[in-house]
């Protein structure tokens, strides 16, 4: 059944019926129908039972609003930097995109389950977060050691959210862009407000999660993900 409760059954049934029985019934179709096709059509239904991040065909998927999913899957990461400020399912899908992605876990045990999996092209570091002092130095003593080359994509998505965003801009390249999930809270907003910086929220659902919440891209002067050469794909054709 496609959107709007159409396709071939739904225009069979508004030749047959009577518009004042065909009105009530597509619209009682639309309601229940759209709920169950977006959860089937984004993994939703999946990551939920999975309690993972998942596409629906069973690919990670990062835990970012699925606004904010659909925006960058249609983007070019080739021969892109990406920086994570915690990791999981989201390594795992950068490093399907990107030439190097490079994940800052606090969780010790997180840390060894990501490392049995991940792929070559992620270097992976444990770091714990001191929740105590906030200190973020021995985060800055593994970047600075990184290479000369900035990031073009960090993500802040980790703990001590405010102090890593603060951080990020030290690493982001010109054109490149922050990503801040949950940027609703962890003090995202009061960090970024004063800074000479633009802004994009992306609300929306998430895999696997009830409430809305919002992911933000964050960036400069001008970003390579807002290149107004980059298609407009159709959702309902392309493939995952």
């Not at 001590?160 to 003090?187: Q, T």
């Not at 004063?194 to 929306?204: I, P």
């Amino acid at each position: 059944m496609s959107r709007n409760f159409e396709g071939k059954l739904g225009a069979a049934l508004r030749r047959l019926l009577p518009a004042a029985i065909w009105g009530p019934m597509r619209a009682a179709g639309t309601a229940v129908l759209t709920p169950i096709r977006f959860s089937l059509a984004t993994g939703h239904w999946r990551s939920s039972i999975a309690t993972n991040a998942l596409s629906a065909q069973g690919a990670p998927l990062p835990w970012y609003t699925y606004p904010a999913i659909d925006f960058l899957a249609q983007r070019n990461f080739t021969d892109r930097r990406v920086l994570e400020f915690g990791g999981g399912q989201s390594t795992s899908w950068w490093a399907q995109r990107a030439s190097q992605v490079v994940t800052i876990e606090e969780d010790q045990a997180w840390y060894e389950n990501l490392k049995a999996r991940v792929s070559g092209n992620v270097e992976l570091h444990h770091v714990p977060a001191d929740l105590k002092t906030r200190d973020v130095s021995a985060i800055r003593d593994i970047l600075d050691n990184c290479g000369k080359e900035r990031f073009d994509v960090i993500v802040v998505d980790g703990h001590l959210r405010r102090e890593a965003a603060a951080m990020a801009f030290d690493y982001l390249g010109p054109d490149g862009a922050l990503i801040l999930d949950n940027a609703e809270g962890y003090g995202f907003y009061d960090e970024i407000r004063s800074r000479t910086c633009r802004r994009v929220d992306f609300y929306g659902f998430a895999p696997g999660v009830s409430k809305r919440h919002c992911t933000s891209l964050v960036f400069l002067d001008k970003c390579f993900l807002l290149d107004p050469e980059a298609p407009i794909v159709n959702l309902e054709t392309a493939t995952d």
